[in-house]
Every structure is written in C-alpha cells, then in structure tokens.
C-alpha cells in the first residue's frame, strides 16, 4: 500500500505551485476535510479544533494519529493528488456559481 504524506509534500514532489494551506482549504470547500472540535487538554474547558479527513476524503489518504489523544494530520498518497485537485476543482466551481 502506498504511504500517505503531507499535502504540501506531495504538492511539491508533483511541481504543483499551490500551497498545502491552500489545498487543505480546497478539500473543504469540497467536503473532504471537516472540523473536528475537543476539549483542550489544560484543564481550561476551551473548545479547539482540528481538520481531519471526511469519510469522502478517507479514498485520499489517512487520518494519522498524532501524540494528541484527540487529533490527527492530515495525510495524503501522492498519487491521488491529481485526483483530489480535480475535485476541489469542480467543488469550486460549483461554489462560484452561487456567488
């Protein structure tokens, strides 16, 4: 099975000139990257948030566990970084044209 990495590296190893900031917020105009809230770990009662893979977004990549026991990283296979662009694409279109 493939390894998943970060956005912005397979972005990179692909010579995609977009950011992974950029394509994180793509992947939720296109319902494959969600908010997920917990309650921080201080002692505070403050409500955070992280974003993980929807289970649309799971066909991607992976939600990697992290030190945290409430959030993970997002990580995608490089191959499917083409794939995602074009959903994102269309995503975005369709939300162009309701402006």
Same mark, same amino acid.
């Given at each position: #099975?493939?390894?998943?990495?970060?956005? &912005?590296?397979? +972005? =990179?190893?692909?010579?995609? !000139?977009? /950011?992974?900031? *950029?394509? +994180? @917020? +793509? #992947? %939720?105009?296109? &319902?494959?990257?969600?908010?997920?809230?917990?309650?921080?770990? /201080?002692?505070?009662? =403050?409500?955070?948030?992280? /974003?993980?893979?929807?289970?649309?977004?799971?066909?991607?990549?992976?939600? %990697? %566990? $992290? #030190?945290?026991? *409430? %959030?993970?990283?997002?990580?995608?296979? !490089?191959?499917?970084?083409? =794939?995602?662009?074009?959903?994102? @694409?269309?995503?975005?279109?369709?939300? +162009? &044209? $309701?402006?």
């Amino acid at each position: #099975m493939e390894k998943s990495i970060a956005v &912005s590296k397979a +972005l =990179e190893q692909q010579d995609i !000139p977009l /950011s992974g900031q *950029t394509v +994180l @917020h +793509l #992947m %939720k105009l296109a &319902s494959l990257v969600e908010e997920a809230e917990y309650v921080s770990s /201080s002692g505070s009662g =403050e409500i955070k948030s992280y /974003s993980r893979l929807t289970p649309s977004g799971l066909k991607y990549g992976e939600n %990697k %566990k $992290t #030190m945290s026991p *409430t %959030k993970t990283d997002i990580t995608i296979y !490089p191959s499917k970084i083409k =794939e995602i662009l074009i959903e994102c @694409h269309s995503a975005l279109g369709v939300y +162009l &044209s $309701t402006l």
